[in-house]
């Protein structure tokens, strides 16, 4: 035995974290060379980077302000000047729908990133700790999965009283549960295999173990629920504005704004046709994108297959580099 090389254990805990970092940027073409052939996901991103763009350059495409009242131009039909036409304002519909997809869209962004780490930090405590900490985790996502997600939003919602900032904490403490669960479930499967336990004995801790090994290994479903998450998230977002429990007028808003026209639709559909259609259509963007994501990453389905065949043989060069040969590969590694 050669006196200069490291213990076993050491080569096996190190080299599971190395070669996952390494492989995955050196796959990163690949998977988005699979993504491009993926016409789901190639629509959902067209669809979510259009309105995305649309809304980061809102004062170069209107320039309208979307909150300036003109009694006068009330209920204009579409023209060259006012593309969509007024409302029963005078306000500009187009200025109102680009700028109030600022708001939906990064209120929705921020409450998915909100449910996403509450979620996951929980799942990843409750299913490597086990326990007393997994029991009591676990009954609270039985009750609050017991609970319909959008009362239970609308009735937090209430209770810290009207406003955008409340609206998304309320969803984040609803809708949290559904990505603990399935975290908990995978780090369960994870955690008594052979590389968390020769990292255990390589003497890394708890935490080095839950950040470098387990959640790499959780990542692929949580990016995938992250990103069906935001269709929902949105959807719920302009329900409860649409109740009055969102923005406070005039921020423009999309679920606002089908509120406001809901009054005027025979008089002026234009008012409800376009945020709706707005919300349509974001929403079927994040779908798509998310079941296109799907489909790559599942190693089951043609195209997860095809990216995943050349991201485990780089694991395996790399780990026959590292060992020299000599190690078995962990289950993390997987084989051709």
Not at 204 to 218: C, D, K
Not at 316 to 326: E, F, P, S
């Amino acid at each position: 035995m050669n006196p200069s090389a490291p213990p076993t254990e050491v080569i096996t805990a190190e080299a599971h974290v190395l070669v996952p970092e390494a492989s995955r940027v050196a796959s990163r073409p690949g998977l988005l060379r699979v993504m491009a052939r993926d016409r789901t996901a190639m629509v959902g991103l067209v669809i979510v980077s259009t309105l995305s763009l649309a809304a980061v350059l809102a004062p170069l495409l209107s320039s309208h302000d979307p909150n300036a009242v003109d009694v006068a131009r009330r209920f204009l039909p579409p023209s060259s000047e006012f593309p969509l036409g007024t409302d029963h304002l005078g306000r500009d519909v187009f200025a109102r729908l680009l700028f109030g997809a600022r708001v939906s869209i990064s209120s929705a962004l921020v409450a998915t990133a909100g449910i996403t780490a509450v979620g996951v930090l929980l799942g990843m405590v409750a299913g490597y700790l086990g326990g007393v900490v997994d029991t009591a985790i676990s009954r609270v996502v039985d009750i609050m999965l017991a609970l319909p997600t959008l009362l239970t939003a609308l009735a937090v919602t209430a209770i810290l009283g009207p406003g955008l900032d409340n609206v998304v904490v309320g969803i984040v403490i609803a809708a949290w549960p559904s990505y603990c669960r399935i975290v908990r479930g995978a780090v369960l499967a994870e955690r008594e295999k052979d590389y968390v336990e020769a990292a255990r004995a390589a003497g890394a801790s708890s935490t080095r173990i839950l950040r470098r090994h387990l959640l790499p290994n959780v990542v692929g479903p949580v990016v995938v629920m992250t990103t069906l998450e935001l269709g929902i998230t949105l959807l719920a977002i302009s329900a409860l504005s649409f109740l009055g429990l969102g923005v406070t007028p005039p921020t423009a808003e999309w679920g606002a704004m089908l509120s406001e026209g809901r009054t005027y639709l025979a008089r002026a559909s234009n008012m409800m046709l376009f945020p709706g259609a707005a919300i349509f259509l974001m929403v079927l963007g994040f779908n798509l994108l998310g079941d296109g994501l799907r489909d790559v990453l599942d190693p089951r389905t043609v195209h997860g297959a095809a990216w995943a065949a050349p991201r485990r043989r780089a694991r395996r060069r790399r780990w026959h580099d590292v060992t020299g040969g000599d190690q078995a590969l962990s289950p993390g590694q997987g084989r051709d």
